[in-house]
């Protein structure tokens, strides 16, 4: 495909490597901080392609992970009632709950639909206006144009059998969160290159300049990626700290403007749980009350106590880049991607998964 | 005389369904009694019309004609009963086929058992029915014996069936993983990943407008050209669930040695790619159901390539890897950025990831 | 609200065009869960090309990438 394979080629990767081995001169911890990221820096084992060092931690990026395990025991609790139609991103199904997953409630018989956007989940209540239909509304910026859309749709069209878990959550606040911590070790960021193709990088800048630390907007691919550790490590070398601009072909300053009408429209700035880290403040995006009834946590109210099933699992440390998902006890041994402890063995784009499914033959 | 005999059955897909069976299945079908007789006759009889089949015997008797056999059964539930480029029949019959192929034997007889759900459109299953004809003439193998069994509507899904199937051995190569050697070159018969986006887009309703067809096929034929021009074969793996990396992963923890293949040398169809783009899913993984690889001596590697290409279904064959003695039980893929990663089983299935 | 067909490597899917009314047929667009989130800057794609000329340049004073 154009603008996908040649950012996936050896020359230029090695090329950028070079470029990269040339300009440091002492260690730089770096961190990423969007899962599809992760992701590609694991497939492609990047890390092989740059001197030691530069150390890369792989931040709390990845929607899935971070969901609060309380919202999914109510996914689980809202999915088993019958005459619910559930409908979710297939990577949801498998996160762990308190007791059990989503997947779970689906081999009980639960009605358990994968979509591969909300706007399907709308067809589908339209399609069953016998049924309630709820969405599993989750992502970062990235994915709330999509979420807010569909519920702004609902609204419109009077489709009074949908509604929506809300668990939308919003990157600079986690940044300072990580930036905040007495651990921390991060000295320059990758930051999501989707995630600013809507919301810009305006807001990055304060940050950048408040904590003296360059951020550098990064696209997914292999190549974007080199460059964008380029781009940091050169920052670092030269003692500069800005924000810089890796993915220009998707990213304006300003973002989507369109798209962040109808988020605003649809959603106001809420604290928000993040798993394994904490409630962060005004970190989430939650429903306007004008939307309030098509919150799914009104519509379906119940009682769960929450509690993760290991003590063990350091998931939370890795999100913030304080371990490694191999520095943890359980990795790979009672923690794996067929019975995860913790959300980041989850889904691949959770550090631990990707770590666990995309071994280097290096390391 | 095959490829005539494949010709003619392609006629008989046009055949209408007789007029005189009932419109869908009952449970009198599976009863025993007249309408499961009527069944037999009408539609699974005149449909895999051989010598041994009407005999009418509680089993069928037959001669072989050799002293080393392979024996395979499996069953099949795939959901939906009709997808692009296939169908469960077709399917039921390729697979078995299939797997009598890879190891190392020339397939002859099937097996056909079939589980009804009660409601079942006849149409459908007399679609079913001429597909497994269709394919099992054109692998070159008989369907000699069968049963028919109905379940309670829901009890089911639609139809399963399973297939056994029996083959003659007709040469001296011993066809295991333990007979892969270090130095052995790794060889994929086509482009991979087809029939699991087929299968995915079909279920999931994922509103692709155009479609991409299953690579469901026998791939028999294929196999006994390379036994014919004397090659030797040490492994051959059909690349079924879990795709091309489970199928190496495992033959290299079978065989103790280490598979190292090219990421660059994987034949993906573009519009496979770009579905796999769309649902985060990586194509080493996804389903195939008429692709194989096989394992040869270097020396015979460059023939081997020569013959497969040489036939349509293999025209996009490649070289893909090598075998070496260490590390040990591990499969390595060189990616397309020139960094090396080891292959991993999947936990399940693939699901669909977010971004 | 307009919708587009959008080719991926021949795979055509409705995408949702509500967020880049500026995108034109034969545009290239980024899509997330459904919607086009942005039209690619195909000046802007050759960039990371340009960066690595110059790399190259600075490498090998003689040698241009071929």
């Known amino acids: 495909m154009k603008y996908v394979d040649e950012y996936r080629n050896s020359r230029e990767a090695d090329l950028f490597a070079n470029a990269i081995r040339q300009s440091t001169t002492q260690s730089w911890t770096l961190m990423e901080i969007c899962g599809g990221q992760t992701h590609s820096i694991a497939k492609y084992s990047l890390q092989d392609l740059l001197p030691k060092e530069i150390s890369l931690l792989h931040g709390p990026g990845c929607p899935v992970c971070v969901t609060p395990i309380s919202l999914i025991d109510k996914a689980v609790h809202i999915a088993a009632q019958p005459d619910v139609i559930f409908c979710s991103f297939g990577d949801m199904l498998r996160v762990p709950g308190s007791r059990e997953d989503l997947l779970t409630v689906k081999s009980k018989g639960g009605d358990l639909r994968i979509v591969y956007s909300p706007m399907d989940a709308l067809k589908i209540a339209q399609d069953n206006p016998q049924k309630e239909v709820v969405f599993f509304a989750i992502g970062f910026e990235t994915t709330a144009p999509a979420n807010a859309m569909a519920i702004y749709k609902a609204k419109l069209d009077d489709i009074k059998n949908i509604s929506f878990l809300v668990s939308q959550v919003i990157v600079p606040p986690a940044i300072r969160t990580i930036l905040d911590s007495p651990e921390n070790r991060v000295q320059g960021f990758l930051a999501a290159g989707h995630v600013c193709t809507v919301m810009g990088y305006r807001e990055y800048e304060p940050i950048s300049k408040d904590y003296r630390i360059p951020i550098v907007v990064t696209g997914f691919e292999p190549l974007d990626i080199l460059q964008g550790i380029y781009l940091c490590v050169k920052q670092l070398e030269e003692g500069r700290a800005e924000v810089e601009n890796q993915y220009s072909r998707s990213v304006l300053k300003e973002g989507n403007l369109s798209a962040q009408k109808i988020i605003q429209e649809v959603f106001q700035i809420v604290p928000r749980q993040w798993r394994g880290i904490g409630e962060i403040a005004q970190s989430g995006l939650g429903l306007r009350e004008a939307y309030a009834r098509f919150d799914a946590e009104n519509k379906f109210s119940c009682e769960i106590h929450s509690q993760e099933r290991s003590s063990e699992c350091i998931s939370g440390l890795i999100l913030q880049g304080i371990k490694k998902p191999n520095e943890c006890q359980a990795f790979g041994k009672s923690c794996t991607p067929e019975f995860p402890l913790g959300a980041t063995m989850v889904s691949t784009e959770g550090a631990c998964a990707a770590y666990y499914r995309y071994q280097s033959v290096q390391s | 005389m095959n490829e005539n005999e494949g010709m003619l059955s392609i006629d008989g897909l046009n055949c209408p369904l007789p007029i005189n069976l009932s419109s869908f299945i009952t449970l009198a079908h599976g009863g025993g009694g007249k309408l499961t007789h009527q069944l037999i006759e009408k539609l699974f009889r005149p449909a895999f019309n051989n010598s041994e089949l009407e005999t009418q015997h509680d089993g069928a008797v037959f001669d072989i004609p050799s002293e080393r056999l392979a024996f395979t059964t499996d069953s099949y539930v795939v959901r939906p009963l009709i997808f692009p480029g296939g169908n469960i029949g077709s399917l039921a019959v390729n697979g078995t086929v299939n797997d009598l192929a890879m190891c190392g034997a020339r397939p002859l007889y099937l097996t056909a058992a079939f589980i009804l759900e009660e409601g079942l459109p006849m149409e459908i299953l007399w679609t079913i029915v001429q597909s497994m004809k269709t394919a099992a003439d054109h692998a070159g193998v008989k369907i000699i014996t069968g049963d028919t069994k109905v379940v309670d509507k829901g009890k089911g899904d639609g139809i399963f069936i399973n297939t056994s199937g029996v083959g003659v051995i007709e040469h001296s190569l011993k066809i295991h993983p333990k007979s892969i050697q270090p130095g052995d070159v790794v060889l994929i018969s086509g482009d991979i990943g087809r029939h699991g986006i087929a299968i995915m887009a079909a279920r999931e309703g994922l509103g692709f407008q155009n479609q991409i067809e299953s690579d469901c096929a026998a791939v028999s034929n294929l196999v006994q050209s390379l036994f014919d021009a004397d090659i030797e074969i040490h492994c051959m793996r059909d690349l079924t669930r879990g795709g091309l990396a489970t199928a190496l992963i495992e033959m290299a923890q079978t065989s103790r040695v280490s598979i190292n293949i090219t990421e660059l040398e994987i034949p993906v169809r573009e519009d496979v790619k770009g579905a796999c783009e769309i649902l985060g899913l990586d194509p080493l993984y996804v389903a195939n159901e008429g692709r194989f690889v096989v394992l040869v001596k270097a020396e015979d590697a460059a023939r081997t390539l020569e013959l497969l290409q040489k036939d349509e279904l293999g025209n996009q064959a490649r070289i893909i890897g090598t075998v070496k003695e260490v590390p040990q039980e591990t499969v390595i893929l060189k990616t397309k950025v020139g960094t090396s990663r080891m292959l991993d089983m999947l936990s399940g299935e693939q699901l669909p990831r977010i971004c | ?66």
């Open chain 3, 1 to 66: 609200m307009r919708t587009g067909q959008v080719s991926f490597g021949g795979i055509l899917k409705e995408v949702n065009l509500a967020y880049v009314p500026e995108a034109k047929v034969d545009n290239y667009v980024i899509v997330h869960v459904g919607f086009a989130i942005s039209v690619l800057n195909e000046e802007e794609a050759h960039r990371v090309f340009d960066t690595l000329n110059q790399l190259n340049a600075l490498d090998n004073p003689d040698g241009d990438l071929p």
